[in-house]
């Protein structure tokens, strides 16, 4: 099988260093990057020229940084460098986003797709993204790659190969990158969509920023979780980490938005998608709520399993619930977090709620071929 192309952009190990300090701290000067990263001035004068000409950081300039060397003007990632596409499919529907070098989202976009088939998705993806294009003219700079978030846990030690969910059979045990990737001509990374939520939800400036590891869960139709490990994805041996569902077998009362809808139909509610949630949450809200404190309890387990053995800076309850609901599981999580044992003086994750919600998914897939291509491979 014809292996799909690689991505235009090969970084050596101290470039990527470089951006991953400008994409974590922000804008920098030359100096304080030289001091950072142990080298001399002409030596990252240099390697920040070559960044330059690949288009992918600038000078920002601001009032009185003229001068010989301009050697305090902030060296910052230039969002034009690149670009690069999300997609995940739903019953019924194709989402797509798409997000530029600096990781900012362009476009999120939704379209009827009824196609099973992964070669018929990757038809509808590719007309899709043709008709993006034309609209909104993102294909600037260079093209990066798709990452495709999946309902669905690795086969074999294979991310590219995967067990999915009864609707998506067609996608079962096949090689995923190989059949996109031919049909779309484009290289593909294929990640769980658990595992991409937690990649987005890492990427957010009050997370990426501040911290170098965090637990995610994202409650969808299903449950999920990802884990971002010393500022890169950790899949686990198999390729599996996170997968939390296991914890909640799908005969009892799941984390989970089809849980919540299935308590609130039991109670004779009428509600045909998760998208109606928000128009309930005034008329039901002693029913709502007492699912979330219920929800609470059974997460805490699994967090602070997380906790203890990842240690992270942070932990994102993340999902395609209504915000409020999101921050309650997080306001309650915090409670049992802070309670758990007043005795233990060590640091304590912060427990967020999501700002990005359902499209934290899709927008993590877009984040995949970028985080692949500039990420460290090994970090001090």
Not at 40 to 49: D, E, F, I, K, L
Not at 204 to 223: D, E, K
Not at 235 to 250: C, D, Q, S, T, Y
Request: with cysteine; glycine share 12%; hydrophobic share 45%.
């Amino acid at each position: 099988m014809i292996q799909p192309p690689r991505p235009q952009l090969q970084l050596t190990e101290q470039q990527k260093r470089i951006l991953w300090h400008l994409r974590s701290a922000g804008p920098t000067p030359r100096v304080k990057l030289a001091q950072t990263m142990g080298a001399n001035g002409a030596t990252m004068t240099r390697v920040t020229q070559q960044l330059a000409a690949l288009g992918l950081v600038e000078d920002q300039e601001s009032a009185g940084s003229a001068g010989r060397g301009r050697p305090m003007v902030p060296l910052a990632i230039v969002g034009k460098g690149g670009w690069a596409v999300g997609a995940t499919l739903h019953p019924g529907w194709l989402e797509i986003a798409v997000v530029d070098f600096a990781g900012t989202p362009l476009l999120h976009d939704s379209v009827p797709c009824h196609e099973t088939d992964p070669r018929l998705f990757a038809r509808t993806l590719d007309d899709r993204l043709r008709v993006l294009a034309g609209q909104h003219g993102f294909m600037r700079g260079k093209f990066l790659g798709l990452g495709v978030a999946v309902a669905g846990y690795a086969l074999a030690g294979d991310p590219n190969r995967r067990k999915m969910v009864d609707w998506l059979a067609p996608w079962n045990d096949v090689p995923l990158d190989h059949i996109l990737g031919d049909m779309l001509g484009m290289p593909v990374w294929i990640e769980n969509d658990g595992t991409a939520a937690a990649l987005a939800e890492y990427y957010q400036p009050q997370i990426l920023g501040r911290h170098r590891s965090v637990l995610v869960f994202f409650l969808g139709h299903g449950v999920g979780a990802g884990l971002i490990a010393e500022r890169d994805i950790f899949p686990g041996e198999h390729g599996n980490a996170g997968e939390v569902g296991r914890l909640f077998p799908g005969h009892g009362p799941r984390p989970s938005g089809i849980d919540l809808m299935r308590t609130l139909r039991e109670a004779g509610v009428a509600i045909a998608s998760l998208s109606d949630l928000d128009g309930l949450m005034e008329t039901h809200a002693t029913l709502i709520w007492a699912w979330v404190d219920r929800v609470a309890r059974q997460l805490e387990l699994a967090m602070l399993s997380g906790i203890v053995w990842l240690d992270p800076g942070a932990v994102v309850i993340s999902g395609a619930l209504p915000a409020p609901i999101l921050q309650g599981l997080a306001d309650r999580l915090n409670q049992i977090n802070a309670g758990r044992d007043d005795s233990y003086l060590a640091a304590k994750p912060q427990i967020y709620a999501s700002t990005l919600g359902s499209a934290a998914v899709v927008i993590g897939a877009a984040l995949a071929p970028i985080h692949a291509v500039t990420a460290e491979q090994s970090l001090p």
